[in-house]
């Protein structure tokens, strides 16, 4: 890792048992239980910022919020926009929160906008998962898996990887399973 990427990242994934994070026409809410939703709150407070992407934005409009215990937080992680074309709207539900700090990235190069952070949750679309997953930034995977299957037509909930051998893959050890509600919580460590 370079010295100017954050000190921690985890990679949040909420999927189906067949690893789609949403309906092939882009319904995704609410994929899990609000059991694993209670629990992400918990995690965005531990975490100094989220990172998202203008899809997940103009998809979602999601808060990105931690109101663990049903009550938000008086100060909330800053929220790191990936938005190549400046597309996110004035009017975006992030902005609610005015004990935040948003903040939109031009560029792709998710390092750079996680710089200076000392742990950044990853909230995001399958492209995005893959860059941070190809580049080697991700420390960690929270994975909440609910007891639904999507089908083929779904949307992955990572991208192409575009790996030509398995010794190159991203390779984690899991170190937590927990049922929340109907989910599964599964954390992974990154080994290599």
């Known amino acids: 890792m370079s010295a100017g990427n954050p000190a921690r990242v985890t990679l949040k994934l909420a999927t189906s048992l067949d690893g789609r994070i949403a309906l092939a026409n ?7 239980g609000p059991e694993s939703r209670a629990e992400v709150h918990r995690m965005r407070a531990a975490h100094a910022a989220i990172l998202t992407g203008i899809g997940t934005i103009l998809a ?3 808060r990105l919020t931690a109101r663990p215990e ?23 539900a992030v902005h609610a929160e005015a004990s935040r700090r948003v903040r939109l990235f031009r560029d792709r190069d998710l390092g750079a906008a996680m710089a200076g952070y000392a742990s950044v949750m990853i909230e995001a679309g399958s492209a995005i998962a893959a860059a941070a997953l190809q580049t080697g930034l991700v420390d960690r995977i929270e994975w909440f898996r609910a007891p639904v299957v999507l089908g083929g037509d779904g949307l992955a909930a990572i991208a192409a990887l575009a790996l030509e051998r398995l010794g190159a893959a991203p390779t984690f050890q899991r170190v937590s399973l927990v049922e929340r509600g109907l989910d599964l919580h599964e954390s992974y460590e990154r080994i290599s």
């Open 60 to 62: 979602d409009d999601p």
């Open 70 to 92: 049903g009550v938000a937080r008086p100060i909330q992680p800053d929220i790191l926009i990936m938005d190549t074309a400046g597309r996110t709207p004035a009017t975006a």
């Open 26 to 32: 882009g319904t995704s809410q609410w994929i899990t």
